[in-house]
């Protein structure tokens, strides 16, 4: 008679009875590097200033931001994405020398180039010298620095800085009228600087007068 299965046996079905039937695991997709892409990398803008754009090319579900380095560019759109996208720009009207920012998109550098919307408005220098009546205690001749800029109010104006005389960081009233200048500044009297800009607008010669006292001036930027 017999008594059971075969030890044998017994352990090939024991055996069978614990392998793993489940198929082996697929393994995890890689993610996608992110690579990007802009549509500039430089811009020119006006003096007057103006509205600008720069797009942005990269894969779907990437993100990217962008900012400025500079008060006169402004971000109006786009400052952070996903995927493909647009930076939206305003730059203000440049009321001194020209200037330059940095825009950066997605970790890409963007430079900025704007020109000055008048010759006029900028650092200038020059010299006064004075003629007929004028006091003793003035210098024969004396030179100057200054900053022709429009103030907030959209008015001309110099800072002015003639240090010979007294006159340091003064702030004026310029009134310009096509190629005219004229301001009047306090020193030991009242004088008025009238002056002639040339063609280009980036120098003058003219005349000032005040408390019988008169000479010349002239300015270059």
């Keep these: 008679m017999s008594r059971g299965l075969p030890i044998a046996l017994v352990a ?3 055996g069978a009875s614990c392998s793993d039937s489940r198929s082996p695991a697929s393994p995890s997709p890689q993610p996608t590097a992110c690579t990007y892409a802009v549509s500039t990398t430089s811009l020119s803008i006006a003096g007057t200033g103006a509205s600008a754009s720069v797009g942005v090319t990269t894969t779907a579900g990437c993100g990217w931001t962008a900012s400025s380095n500079a008060a006169f560019v402004t971000i109006t759109s786009g400052s952070a994405g996903t995927g493909n996208g647009t930076v939206g720009l305003s730059i203000a009207e440049n ?7 940095t825009l950066t998109v997605a970790g890409q550098a963007v430079s900025i180039a704007q020109a000055a919307s008048d010759p006029l408005f900028g650092n200038w220098s020059g010299s006064i010298a004075k003629g007929a009546g004028c ?11 200054g900053i022709i800029r429009r103030n907030s109010i959209g008015q001309a104006e110099l800072v002015i800085t003639a240090a010979t005389v007294g ?3 003064q702030t004026l009233p310029l009134i310009v009228s096509g190629n005219t200048i004229q301001f009047a500044v306090q020193i030991d009297a009242v004088y008025t600087f009238v002056a002639t800009l040339a063609a280009d607008r980036r120098s003058f010669t003219g005349t000032f007068s005040g408390g019988g006292c008169s000479g010349t001036w002239n300015g270059t930027r």
């Design 12 to 14: 090939v079905m024991l």
């Design 95 to 101: 009321t001194g020398d020209a200037r330059t920012a």
């Design 135 to 145: 006091p003793a205690a003035l210098p024969a001749s004396a030179g100057w620095i």
């Design 167 to 169: 006159v340091v960081n």
